[in-house]
């Protein structure tokens, strides 16, 4: 990979190592917590329910699992350690889905739709709760959600996803907010007008997942770090397979994420994109002085979405704005120095106030990309193998409803979780190979350049702006209109 360019950006040496190390959150949160060691599976073992993955969602899983029934033998497998994947490196956005209502409504009906928003909005709550009631300091802070406006053509999205709110009856979900109501909450010269979403918490994501991790081993689930499923044995006890050993469970959850690209029960649900964080070094009073002081998640209107928040200590958490796809997960994922400095442009862009605050940090991680821009959750045949997939990068609050659900459908329950619309919906799949990778790398670069482009007042190039709309013309919920 080039190196990026620290003069310009303004990054301090340490910044340059995406992948290198783990992202800023997790190291944080290490440093306070490493909690016990969870050795690797070394024999065969049997299980209730096997568990492939340590992220928030096989987390949340095991979680619910054992809330339900406390003796059930549950085996997670992880092949790096838990939230060493995208759950200890996202933005630590809990947000809302009041702004997927348009997405929602095509793909389930009015009001299937609302009850999916208000099973959300429950979880951001639950995710609080949680953390109060098992010590957990995750920096869980519920401050809602500002939208801004950053180029022309944002006005029309931002009012129709106000007005639709409205028109389902959840006015006060989702308000219009005028320039200099937006710049009041955050004052960066580059925010038009914007909204403002109530359902928003912004948490330390990794020392959320690490302390879901604390709380299942106190329970007696059993963890393996650096153990990778290589495959999976079907049957009516399945079997988990890794280098050293083998679990065996009437039950299996595929935990995946992103890494579901290389799993054939699940591929075509998906492609992976990466995005990329940077962290500035704490900058309190220059926060005070544009006025962000409320620890509101703020993104823009971008399909190749910037977000960013702030951090206990006064720094900026900025994300997005770069970004590839690719067909399995590699290093591109964690060791991309461009995409690094797409996102430091991003934030210098915004927030010229903070020209002489460095960048201490910059990672990446990929983002499961399902062709509805929402997750699926559900049961494989033949029936004891279940799964979430599909966040789209929105994955810190659904992570938590997917837990629940994926622990009713293995207990044969019949709940208000099972019955949300996107519990076993009919699949929505992206062609097979290798037209989806290229598809997806082609697109994904089209968007940013037609974005970036609008947002410089630049017309985008045709052939550009054609390609970044193909994936609405084939039918998937995805890119520009
Ligand atoms: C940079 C970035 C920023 C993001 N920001 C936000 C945000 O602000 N808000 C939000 O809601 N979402 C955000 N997301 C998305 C969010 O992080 C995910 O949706 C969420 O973490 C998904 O949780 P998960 O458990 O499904 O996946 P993961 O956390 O990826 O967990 C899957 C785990 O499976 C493991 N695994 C994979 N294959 C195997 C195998 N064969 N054997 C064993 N283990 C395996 C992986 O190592 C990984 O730890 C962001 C993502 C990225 C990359």
């Given at each position: 990979m080039p190196p990026i360019l620290n003069d310009q950006l303004n990054l301090t040496g340490h910044a340059l190592t995406p992948g290198a190390q783990r992202s800023w959150w997790l190291r944080e949160a290490l440093a306070q917590n490493a909690g016990q060691p969870c050795p690797p599976l070394t024999k065969d073992v049997e299980a209730d329910v096997v568990i492939v993955g340590g992220g928030f969602t096989g987390l949340w899983t095991a979680y619910f699992l054992t809330q339900a029934n406390p003796k059930l033998g549950v085996v997670v497998l992880e092949q790096d350690i838990c939230g060493g994947g995208p759950s200890g490196r996202n933005g630590g956005f809990a947000s809302g889905w009041w702004d997927e209502l348009d997405g929602l409504i095509k793909l389930y009906g009015e009001e299937p739709a609302i009850r999916a928003c208000r099973a959300i909005s429950d979880s951001i709550n639950a995710i609080g709760k949680f953390c109060a009631e098992h010590g957990i300091d995750a920096w869980y802070r519920h401050a809602g959600y500002l939208y801004a406006q950053?180029?022309?053509?944002h006005a029309a999205s931002c009012e129709e996803m106000v007005e639709l709110a409205h028109k389902v009856g959840a006015p006060d979900e989702l308000r219009e907010l005028t320039q200099a109501e937006l710049r009041s909450r955050c004052d960066s010269p580059a925010f038009r007008a914007g909204a403002f979403m109530r359902d928003g918490a912004s948490v330390q994501p990794a020392r959320l997942v690490r302390g879901l991790r604390r709380v299942l081993l106190e329970r007696g689930v059993t963890i393996h770090e650096g153990?990778?499923?290589?495959?999976l044995e079907p049957g009516s006890k399945a079997g988990a397979v890794t280098p050293q050993g083998t679990v065996r469970a009437k039950h299996v959850v595929l935990?995946?994420?992103?890494?579901?690209?290389?799993w054939p029960q699940l591929e075509r649900r998906l492609v992976a994109w990466s995005s990329y964080i940077v962290l500035t070094a704490p900058a309190p009073d220059k926060l005070k002085a544009i006025n962000w002081t409320g620890g509101e998640l703020i993104s823009d209107f971008r399909t190749s979405l910037r977000y960013f928040r702030t951090t206990n200590d006064g720094r900026i958490a900025f994300g997005g704005g770069g970004g590839r796809a690719r067909p399995t997960i590699d290093d591109?994922?964690?060791?991309?120095s461009r995409a690094v400095a797409e996102a430091a442009q991003g934030f210098r862009l915004m927030f010229p106030?903070?020209?002489?605050?460095?960048?201490?940090d910059g990672w990446g991680g990929p983002i499961d990309v399902s062709p509805t821009h929402l997750p699926t959750f559900g049961t494989l045949a033949p029936g004891n193998i279940h799964f979430a997939v599909?966040?789209?990068?929105?994955?810190?609050?659904p992570s938590h409803l997917a837990g629940q659900v994926i622990a009713d459908l293995v207990a044969g329950r019949d709940t208000e979780a099972v019955r949300l619309p996107m519990v076993n919906p009919k699949p929505r799949l992206f062609p097979p190979q290798p037209f989806r990778s290229w598809g997806a790398a082609a697109v994904r670069r089209a968007m940013i350049a037609k974005e970036t482009a609008e947002e410089q007042g630049r017309r985008p190039n045709a052939l550009v702006a054609q390609i970044a709309r193909m994936p609405r013309r084939m039918g998937y919920l995805l890119g520009p209109e």
């Amino acid at each position: 990979m080039p190196p990026i360019l620290n003069d310009q950006l303004n990054l301090t040496g340490h910044a340059l190592t995406p992948g290198a190390q783990r992202s800023w959150w997790l190291r944080e949160a290490l440093a306070q917590n490493a909690g016990q060691p969870c050795p690797p599976l070394t024999k065969d073992v049997e299980a209730d329910v096997v568990i492939v993955g340590g992220g928030f969602t096989g987390l949340w899983t095991a979680y619910f699992l054992t809330q339900a029934n406390p003796k059930l033998g549950v085996v997670v497998l992880e092949q790096d350690i838990c939230g060493g994947g995208p759950s200890g490196r996202n933005g630590g956005f809990a947000s809302g889905w009041w702004d997927e209502l348009d997405g929602l409504i095509k793909l389930y009906g009015e009001e299937p739709a609302i009850r999916a928003c208000r099973a959300i909005s429950d979880s951001i709550n639950a995710i609080g709760k949680f953390c109060a009631e098992h010590g957990i300091d995750a920096w869980y802070r519920h401050a809602g959600y500002l939208y801004a406006q950053t180029a022309a053509g944002h006005a029309a999205s931002c009012e129709e996803m106000v007005e639709l709110a409205h028109k389902v009856g959840a006015p006060d979900e989702l308000r219009e907010l005028t320039q200099a109501e937006l710049r009041s909450r955050c004052d960066s010269p580059a925010f038009r007008a914007g909204a403002f979403m109530r359902d928003g918490a912004s948490v330390q994501p990794a020392r959320l997942v690490r302390g879901l991790r604390r709380v299942l081993l106190e329970r007696g689930v059993t963890i393996h770090e650096g153990t990778q499923v290589t495959r999976l044995e079907p049957g009516s006890k399945a079997g988990a397979v890794t280098p050293q050993g083998t679990v065996r469970a009437k039950h299996v959850v595929l935990a995946l994420n992103a890494w579901a690209t290389g799993w054939p029960q699940l591929e075509r649900r998906l492609v992976a994109w990466s995005s990329y964080i940077v962290l500035t070094a704490p900058a309190p009073d220059k926060l005070k002085a544009i006025n962000w002081t409320g620890g509101e998640l703020i993104s823009d209107f971008r399909t190749s979405l910037r977000y960013f928040r702030t951090t206990n200590d006064g720094r900026i958490a900025f994300g997005g704005g770069g970004g590839r796809a690719r067909p399995t997960i590699d290093d591109a994922f964690t060791h991309d120095s461009r995409a690094v400095a797409e996102a430091a442009q991003g934030f210098r862009l915004m927030f010229p106030s903070f020209a002489d605050v460095p960048l201490e940090d910059g990672w990446g991680g990929p983002i499961d990309v399902s062709p509805t821009h929402l997750p699926t959750f559900g049961t494989l045949a033949p029936g004891n193998i279940h799964f979430a997939v599909g966040y789209t990068g929105n994955g810190v609050a659904p992570s938590h409803l997917a837990g629940q659900v994926i622990a009713d459908l293995v207990a044969g329950r019949d709940t208000e979780a099972v019955r949300l619309p996107m519990v076993n919906p009919k699949p929505r799949l992206f062609p097979p190979q290798p037209f989806r990778s290229w598809g997806a790398a082609a697109v994904r670069r089209a968007m940013i350049a037609k974005e970036t482009a609008e947002e410089q007042g630049r017309r985008p190039n045709a052939l550009v702006a054609q390609i970044a709309r193909m994936p609405r013309r084939m039918g998937y919920l995805l890119g520009p209109e």
